[in-house]
């Protein structure tokens, strides 16, 4: 079965500090990758896809089929970054996404 | 557009009591995903529909859980009996097969469920 693994549950650095939050996912195909932020108070929302290829916020995030990781980074943290972080993998065909634990992102100024 | 709505945002109740969860998706939407979010396990899928028919229901834990979706506007999902193990916060989501492309869901705010 699918599954992905984020090893982080929290995740503190300071501000102007790089970012990396890591994911590391297990499926035989090839999903399609995702990155879902859910600041203070507000709805989990998509951050971005893989297969856009964009920075968002600053933010990218690269899949490596060999490591099956899809890491988002960040070179300088701002504190608005503080939320919690799901990685999260959806299957060929399929419409139901599998997410990650979650990694709690602090930043510290 | 509102986004997706639940309700109610908390509920307080007691061991054996049933409890129904709701879940109004975006209007146009035809998936709609009831996810269940615990510290220990993260987000789990329970359930989703297409075109208000169940898809996948295998993340329902057990019978005593159910959902439902009589038409696209309304979804529930029931909890029947409840136990102290079910408190989490349960979250609605809905996409569309068109804008947004796959992968790309729009989630409410979340039912908070304390069961006593």
């Known amino acids: 079965a699918q599954r992905v693994t984020q090893p982080e549950k929290l995740l503190s650095v300071f501000k102007g500090a790089p970012v990396e939050l890591k994911c590391n996912y297990s499926?035989?195909?090839?999903?399609?990758l995702f990155w879902y932020v859910q600041y203070s108070r507000q709805r989990l929302q998509l951050l971005l896809r893989?297969?856009s290829r964009e920075s968002i916020k600053g933010f990218t995030a690269d899949l490596n089929k060999g490591e099956t990781s899809f890491h988002l980074k960040k070179p300088f943290a701002q504190e608005e970054d503080s939320a919690m972080y799901y990685c999260?993998?959806?299957?060929?065909?399929?419409?139901?996404?599998?997410f990650g634990s979650g990694t709690r992102l602090q930043v510290q100024p | 557009d509102a986004g997706v709505i639940q309700s109610p945002r908390h509920e307080v109740t007691e061991m054996g009591q049933e409890v129904t969860l709701r879940c109004k998706p975006i209007?146009?939407?035809?998936?709609l995903f009831w996810y269940r979010q615990t510290m220990m396990r993260g987000l789990e899928l329970l359930i989703y529909?297409?075109?208000?028919?169940?898809?996948?229901d295998s993340g329902m834990p057990e019978d005593r859980f159910s959902a439902k979706m009589p038409n696209a506007s309304f979804s529930t999902l029931k909890i029947q009996p409840s136990e102290p193990r079910d408190s989490a916060v349960y979250f609605c989501?809905?996409?569309?097969?068109?804008?947004?492309?796959?992968?790309?869901?729009?989630f409410g705010e979340g039912s908070r469920l304390t069961v006593l």
């Open positions: 989501a809905s996409s569309s097969e068109g804008t947004g492309g796959t992968g790309e869901l729009f």
């Open positions: 499926y035989s195909g090839s999903p399609e």
């Open positions: 893989h297969i």
């Open positions: 999260a993998l959806i299957l060929t065909g399929r419409r139901a996404l599998t």
């Open positions: 209007s146009g939407h035809d998936y």
């Open positions: 529909f297409n075109n208000n028919v169940p898809i996948d």
